[in-house]
């Protein structure tokens, strides 16, 4: 049987939420027409997430598994998975859930019926979700990329993205980056290559439960440093550089 779609679950110590978010995934894309897959990556967990991926997976003929040996990189992982993919589709989104996996359907849409390359999510807060001062950051981080690297302005940090999966992996192979920060990468990159993209507003509902591993100044630092060269590696490579309407980019709507 063919697959349609390929969904990468990347994996860190999600042993509370993962049965419930695995569960409510299931449940929407057995509302749709699409065939799926299901591929976990676990990237060194210290509790028992590898268990419960491995009785998941026992339980399902349209799942597999792959444990790390060696902490990898969210970025590195989602990577991993899509190349392991047979789906003509593959993406992945953050096991949270606090983008709903009822969004699924209208990213998968723009790939196969509108014939968009890349389809993500944007994220729409009722309020600034967090403390002030990382919503401010995240709103500044975009303009600021958008700016600096002459791209249109995207919400490329979210953690729910679905790719036409032959034209994203000659993409795959200019990233270097294996953190958060290949979210960036994976995003310019498919702009600078021409590759039609659509974002998609989707309600962003922050976990109350959730411990937050943001460290907002040295992260920050980190991204500006990987900033810096990753514009290097952009001029490196000497990509044309397309416009808005040659490549087929789609604001909000």
């Not at 993962?18 to 409510?24: A, G, I, K, Y």
């Not at 989602?78 to 990213?107: N, T």
């Not at 993409?171 to 270097?176: G, K, T, Y």
Request: aromatic share 10%.
């Amino acid at each position: 049987m063919s697959i349609d779609v390929s969904i990468i679950i990347a994996c860190y110590n999600e042993e509370g939420l993962l049965v419930d978010s695995v569960t409510e995934i299931e449940n929407v894309m057995e509302q749709t027409k699409y065939t799926y897959e299901l591929i976990f990556i676990d990237d060194c967990s210290q509790d028992r997430t590898r268990a419960i991926i491995q009785e998941l997976v026992g339980s399902r003929s349209n799942a597999s598994y792959l444990f790390h040996e060696k902490n990898v990189g969210r970025g590195g992982t989602v990577c991993e998975g899509i190349r392991m993919a047979q789906g003509k589709i593959a993406g992945f989104l953050d096991i949270d859930l606090e983008v709903h996996a009822r969004y699924i359907p209208s990213l998968l849409q723009a790939i196969e019926k509108d014939g968009y390359d890349v389809s993500t999510a944007f994220r729409v807060y009722k309020i600034p979700s967090g403390p002030f001062m990382r919503h401010v950051l995240s709103v500044g981080y975009r303009k600021l990329v958008s700016y600096y690297l002459g791209t249109t302005e995207m919400d490329t940090e979210t953690g729910f993205k679905f790719f036409n999966r032959e034209r994203i992996l000659p993409v795959l192979d200019s990233c270097r980056n294996k953190g958060w920060f290949w979210d960036t990468e994976v995003m310019v990159l498919s702009e600078k290559y021409g590759l039609k993209i659509k974002e998609i507003p989707c309600l962003f509902i922050r976990r109350a439960n959730k411990v937050s591993t943001v460290n907002v100044i040295p992260d920050t630092i980190d991204y500006l440093k990987s900033l810096w060269g990753f514009k290097r590696h952009i001029d490196s490579l000497s990509i044309e550089r397309k416009t808005k309407k040659s490549n087929g980019y789609q604001s909000r709507s």
